[in-house]
């Protein structure tokens, strides 16, 4: 899996879109952009992926750079139960090993 | 319907003693996962089994640690020996056939005394 950068930590107002970024600079052809979080003593949870094509669900959207070095989760109206690690993850699909970094500790502040 | 469930959510065992913890996938997923997360940290892989038989176990720590899931349903994850640096959060996820998404249990918190 390609090494992912994330920043430690960011804040972000209730209400307000959090834009989480992650750079993913030595990505292959075939891996997708994967997104989870994970809240205080829970186990990780799947946000969204995508391999090339800004992708939206109903828990965020993912944009990813033309070049596919970079990308960004969007949670468009952040709420404190979104307060968790989030985490980039460069991977095939359907590869069987989920590679986790640090992420990022996003706190909402009310 | 029902997520993955582990249990114990908590255990305390002493240097030496013999742990197992056990995981229940999601109904249907044929693809199981252990991670291990230590406090700080994201999880770190250590087997995947596709069915019964374990497809990759590379991320086993030593022969200390071993899994098995020996009807393609519930696995059972075993720590001989145990140390005090296997104490960490012990997570499984499942997935089905057909898509990666994995899904994740709550855990099960190791601690060695």
């Known amino acids: 899996d390609a090494k992912t950068t994330q920043p430690t930590s960011m804040d972000c107002a209730e209400g307000r879109a959090a834009n989480l970024p992650c750079n993913h600079s030595?990505?292959?052809?075939?891996?997708?952009v994967y997104w989870y979080r994970q809240i205080h003593s829970q186990g990780p949870q799947y946000i969204i992926h995508?391999?090339?094509n800004n992708e939206t669900n109903e828990m965020a959207s993912l944009i990813i750079t033309e070049d596919r070095k970079s990308s960004t989760l969007i949670l468009p109206h952040a709420t404190l139960r979104d307060t968790a690690v989030y985490y980039c993850?460069?991977?095939?699909?359907?590869?069987?090993?989920?590679?986790f970094g640090t992420g990022t500790r996003l706190t909402i502040i009310p | 319907g029902a997520g993955v469930s582990q249990t114990p959510s908590n255990k305390v065992t002493e240097k030496g003693k013999y742990v197992e913890l056990r995981c229940d996938p999601i109904?249907?997923?044929?693809?199981l996962y252990w991670y291990r997360q230590s406090l700080g940290q994201g999880p770190e892989f250590l087997i995947y089994f596709q069915g019964t038989g374990a497809a990759d176990d590379s991320g086993l720590p030593n022969d200390r640690f071993f899994a098995v899931r020996p009807e393609g349903s519930v696995s059972t994850l075993k720590i001989q020996r145990t140390e005090r640096g296997d104490s960490a959060v012990y997570l499984c996820?499942?997935?089905?056939?057909?898509?990666?998404?994995?899904?994740f249990g709550p855990g099960t918190r190791l601690t060695v005394l």
């Open positions: 030595t990505i292959s052809g075939n891996e997708y």
């Open positions: 993850i460069a991977s095939n699909f359907g590869n069987e090993k989920l590679t």
């Open positions: 109904s249907g997923h044929t693809a």
């Open positions: 995508g391999l090339k």
């Open positions: 996820a499942s997935s089905s056939t057909y898509t990666d998404t994995q899904y």
